[in-house]
């Protein structure tokens, strides 16, 4: 039997608001332990919650670039369960009446095809207080930090449309790009600001009922995300071609082992209405005044960088999926850069040379004119590719300017016909039998010595130049 996966994601995305949900204390959950409590997020009986308005706004304006109907009224429940990091008993949830409802994102399929995926609800809610479990020493202790208490997050619940790990990851990495556009969250997984859960089963390929599903949590990345979920249909697909059921709980995703072990389920009681919160009535005039703080988003973004820049379809899509990258792109083609070289410099270099370094470009000092300037020295063939590529990663590390950092380094680019002449001549003489070897028919001996010669001139000779040269002198 052929099986086919029905994944849903649950996303806790983390608002970056100044204050906390309820409260006023700071939403900075990484200070020093239990500095931003007060009697709301401790909750203490006969505290007081106050909804803050920022959080909300910036909820909405999340709910918006989803393409989610925000409703007219919605509410908290109390979500009741038992656990230490919630000393009182229930979480503030919103799950009878939810902020917003049916929304969708467009995805590029496994096989570049568009994929609508659909969100079935977002929701607020307060986050609960963070366990710090000390296993070292006699007597292991865990203990209860309350900074994150009460911070700002919406759950976004997709419909459980995606059938491969490719979309689930496609799913979240778009996501993220449309939340960091409306600048209401942070969208780390790896800082924890994003926290995605996994809904995995399988059912027979053609059917469209829903069979048990396991929960996977503890993904800390998006590559995490689609090796967890690749990982589970295996296991779900071995259990049942033995045979065996699958049974309904809650997996961790190990990252060391790659693998998912069950988890010792929480209990969880029910949702009922909160009587200290009143409910969130939203109207037309004040939700447009929101709409109207939505930024260009990345699909008309994509468009307008196909006819204004002349990028194609998938260079203007890498081009505008986060925001920062797009904006450097713009400010780049602005600053005089031909747009498809940058476009091809920004996805083929800079962005891994970033990915690297853990960086994001605002915590680099490189700017979208030095990197205008750079290409510029590439265009004029003053520079070599290979030169650029290391002048680039010196952009990100100091503020002086290409050209500077060209002189300082002697990556000048060698255009002299006599100075390459007589390198090539130093280069066959000391590789006498290979250069037998090509006249003897090997032709692949050309890429090798050329590959010799351009190690020879510390890689500053013109490519082009150079093989023009060694091919004519070999014959
Ligand atoms: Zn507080």
Redesign the pocket.
């Known amino acids: 039997m052929k099986y086919e996966a029905v994944i849903g994601l649950e996303i806790h995305v983390q608002l970056n608001a100044a204050t906390?949900l309820f409260?006023?204390?700071p939403n900075r959950p990484g200070d020093e332990p239990n500095r931003?409590?007060?009697p709301?997020?401790l909750w203490f009986p006969g505290a007081f919650p106050r909804l803050s308005r920022e959080a909300l706004e910036k909820a909405v304006l999340a709910c918006l670039a989803l393409n989610c109907t925000i409703q007219p009224v919605s509410a908290f429940d109390q979500k009741v369960y038992y656990y230490p990091d919630l000393p009182k008993g229930f979480q503030l949830s919103q799950h009878h009446k939810p902020l917003a409802r049916n929304g969708w994102i467009d995805i590029a399929g496994e096989n570049g095809e568009p994929r609508r995926l659909r969100i079935h609800h977002i929701h607020l809610e307060e986050d609960v207080a963070k366990l710090v479990h000390e296993t070292e020493g006699r007597t292991p202790i865990s203990l209860v930090d309350f900074n994150r208490a009460?911070t700002p997050l919406i759950e976004i619940v997709s419909e459980p449309d995606m059938r491969s790990p490719h979309e689930a990851m496609e799913y979240v990495k778009t996501l993220r790009g449309q939340l960091r556009y409306t600048g209401s969250a942070e969208c780390s997984m790896e800082k924890g600001t994003m926290r995605v859960d996994a809904n995995i089963s399988l059912r027979q390929e053609g059917s469209s009922g829903f069979n048990t599903k396991v929960e996977v949590k503890n993904m800390n990345s998006i590559r995490n995300v689609g090796d967890a979920i690749a990982y589970e249909i295996r296991r779900q697909t071995e259990c049942l071609e033995k045979g065996e059921p699958i049974v309904l709980h809650t997996r961790l995703w190990d990252p060391d082992k790659r693998a998912t072990a069950p988890m010792r389920g929480k209990f969880s009681g029910p949702c009922i209405p909160d009587p200290s919160v009143a409910s969130i009535v939203i109207n037309e005039e004040w939700l447009n005044e929101i709409r109207g703080m939505l930024p260009e988003m990345p699909d008309r973004k994509a468009a307008r960088f196909s006819g204004d820049y002349g990028l194609t379809p998938d260079e203007a899509a890498a081009m505008s999926l986060e925001r920062d990258i797009s904006d450097f792109f713009e400010a780049a083609a602005k600053s005089g850069a031909a747009p498809r070289k940058a476009a091809n410099w920004i996805a083929v270099h800079l962005a891994p040379a970033l990915r690297d370094r853990g960086a994001a470009l605002a915590e680099t000092p490189l700017s979208a004119e030095r990197f205008a300037a750079l290409l510029s020295l590439l265009e004029k063939e003053i520079i070599n590719p290979q030169s650029a590529k290391e002048v680039l990663l010196q952009l990100l590390a100091t503020d002086e300017s290409p050209e500077k950092i060209v002189e300082k380094g002697g990556y000048g680019q060698v255009s002299d016909a006599v100075e390459l002449d007589a390198l090539i001549d130093r280069v066959i003489g000391e590789h006498p039998a290979d250069v037998a070897d090509y006249r003897k028919g090997n032709a692949k001996v050309l890429g090798f010595l050329m590959g010799i010669a351009m190690k020879a001139s510390k890689g500053k000779a013109n490519p082009k130049l150079l093989r023009e040269i060694l091919a004519k002198r070999l014959g």
């Open positions: 906390k409260c006023d204390c931003n409590t007060c709301v997020c009460g």
